[in-house]
């Protein structure tokens, strides 16, 4: 069962728009110690003495998910399931660039934890550990998934954007992003210039774009072209 690890005038975990680092690993001592060298540097964390126990606190939470930017500390070797495993579990559901995942390694366990950084992990700390290193990375692994969570949110905004738009609408911007001029585009949907230009102007009010260019742009990063 997760325990929130918040020092003294730290803000709850969990809070919106505060990082969180998810530290699951099966020795109390290690977890401690770890929530208290976040603290020290005023991270917030919460603990899991094992990957199963994460796993059923995450089932809990409401989707998407995270919300704010975290990342976790896994440790390779655990009873029942491997963090090894659990990586892969958050692998196949899309999570690993909102959660990056810094395993935590035995020596015996550094080419286990190289070849699930080549699978997507975020990177991997050698027990034991210096402590400024890993904060340090711990810091990037936040900054990474601010910045995965700041596209996913561009793109749902995008994709409402883009469900919002009338079927003229539609119409119009498909011929918009293909380069059709004002008059072809007329021609073709049978309707005048001046409707057209109505049309083009609000797709780029609700799609938030001020050219044809940006638009088609907005469309293929987002992945809705």
């Not at 059923?56 to 409401?62: C, K």
Request: aromatic share 6%; proline share 5%; with cysteine.
């Amino acid at each position: 069962m997760a325990s929130p690890l918040a020092g003294p005038g730290l803000p709850a975990a969990g809070r919106a728009g505060i990082p969180v680092v998810y530290i699951v690993d099966d020795e109390e001592v290690v977890r401690d110690a770890l929530a208290w060298l976040l603290r020290s540097r005023r991270l917030l964390s919460e603990g899991f003495g094992s990957a199963d126990a994460f796993a059923a606190w995450h089932a809990v939470q409401s989707q998407p998910w995270p919300r704010d930017p975290a990342c976790m500390l896994l440790d390779v070797r655990m009873p029942g399931t491997s963090g090894l495993a659990l990586f892969e579990q958050l692998a196949g559901a899309g999570l690993t660039a909102a959660l990056p995942v810094i395993f935590l390694t035995g020596h015996g366990d550094v080419p286990t934890a190289v070849a699930a950084v080549k699978r997507g992990a975020f990177d991997f700390v050698e027990k034991p550990f210096s402590n400024n290193a890993l904060v340090d990375r711990i810091e990037q692994a936040l900054a990474a998934s601010a910045a995965a969570l700041a596209e996913r949110d561009a793109r749902r905004q995008a994709a409402g954007a883009l469900a919002d738009l009338t079927e003229r609408e539609l119409e119009v911007m498909r011929l918009v992003v293909g380069g059709r001029p004002n008059k072809l585009i007329a021609d073709e949907l049978q309707i005048s210039v001046r409707t057209v230009e109505v049309h083009r102007a609000r797709v780029f009010e609700k799609m938030n774009v001020r050219s044809a260019v940006e638009l088609a742009n907005l469309l293929r990063d987002k992945g809705l072209a």
